[in-house]
């Protein structure tokens, strides 16, 4: 009964709440692998998308695990992707189902790198996050919203 609104977390071995930021860190990461599944379904650019899926994958899977990285080239073409502003609304008013799809897993994403970030207060998680995966996640999400708008390869 103790564990009951827990779940096990192998990175600090231990059980953790449900909405411990580090379980909406995995559920948001979930949500834009989705999101991004269902870009796919939509048949353009279908490998350039897949590439997203399996950076993701990758980026979270090492998020602990120093053993597991991105080859060279995907991790060089992440560093020199840049924030920059953009407008959803042509692409919404339009209807244009791709954009939408590859703007939620975005958001996302972005969630997701919101709750990595704040795992840093958590004294348990201490030196346990890689940093570099969480950037590049970010770098990541920053990629799929230029996808989204037609004007960026990964």
């Known amino acids: 009964m103790e ?10 071995d231990d059980y953790l709440p449900f909405n411990h930021p580090y379980f909406r860190a995995r559920n948001e990461v979930e949500a834009s692998e989705s999101f991004l599944g269902l870009a796919i379904a939509e048949g353009l650019r279908i490998n ?5 899926i399996d950076i993701l994958d990758t980026l979270y899977s090492g ?3 120093s053993e597991i990285k991105l080859d060279e080239f995907k991790e060089k073409r992440l560093k020199f992707t840049e924030e ?3 407008d959803p609304k042509e692409k919404c008013n339009n209807g244009d189902r ?8 975005h958001y996302h994403l972005e969630n997701a790198v919101n709750e990595l970030m704040s795992l840093e207060e958590d004294d348990r998680f201490s030196g ?6 969480v950037i ?3 770098k990541l999400s920053e990629a799929i919203v230029r996808e989204a708008l037609g004007y960026v390869r990964i």
């Open 3 to 12: 564990n009951e609104n827990k779940e096990y977390c192998s990175i600090v």
């Open 98 to 105: 791709r954009a939408i799809m590859l703007f939620l897993s």
């Open 84 to 86: 920059g502003w953009y």
């Open 63 to 65: 998020i602990s695990d």
């Open 128 to 133: 346990k996050i890689k940093e570099t995966n």
């Open 48 to 52: 350039e998308i897949r590439e997203f």
């Open 136 to 138: 590049y996640m970010k």
